[in-house]
């Protein structure tokens, strides 16, 4: 539905080169900007503050208190802010500048806000590209929107492009998947509809 907004063991010898190549493509991008505080927790279950000039990596997850924010620059050219008291995780972030179609890239938005503008990998593999919440599965067509979620709903504004937002386990949409979840029951936004957003909550199809 479409309602006003109210708010804005196993290892192996490599070659060096390949193993660069490799290390290169789970790197999602700098922190370039953190107000107040927050916490990154690393793929190995560590934790660290944020701080400006950290690389963001596949894996980790970010939570921020309720005065601070997180921008980071991603490697492809977007731009991930994670808003105050939030909590999201990279699920996957692999990109090849040589090949930006084949790239693949997830986000799970457990609670709070964020905001994705879409960069290079987002643009050319819009069947590669996820964000998650615990409700719903978003997809996009090329785009700037901003995701506020808690374990029982989503909403999803649009400020440029477009978003396909469906409820996770709806016509087969997992959360497991990539890409948009398309069907009968997906929704479309544009950025036509600057005063609409789209409001999903748990169990509704």
Known sequence: CALPISWMGAAMLVAPGLAAAQAQ????????????????????????????????????????????HVYVRLRDGGLLVVRPASELKVDRWRFDPGQPQQSQIKYTL???????????????????????????????RGTDFTVTADPGRTQVAVQSGGVIVNSLGSNGCRAEGFGPCEGDLAVELSAWAKDKLVQLRMGER
Do not use: W
């Open 25 to 68: 493509s789970y790197v999602g991008g700098e922190v370039m900007f953190v107000s107040g505080a927050a916490k990154r927790t690393l793929a190995d279950g560590s934790t660290a503050p944020v701080v400006k000039g950290q690389t963001l990596l596949e894996g980790e997850r970010i939570v921020t208190q309720p005065d601070s």
């Open 110 to 140: 457990e609670n709070g806000a964020a905001r994705h503008v879409s960069g290079e990998a987002a643009r050319a593999a819009r069947d590669k590209f996820r964000f998650n919440t615990p409700v719903a599965a978003i997809g996009v």
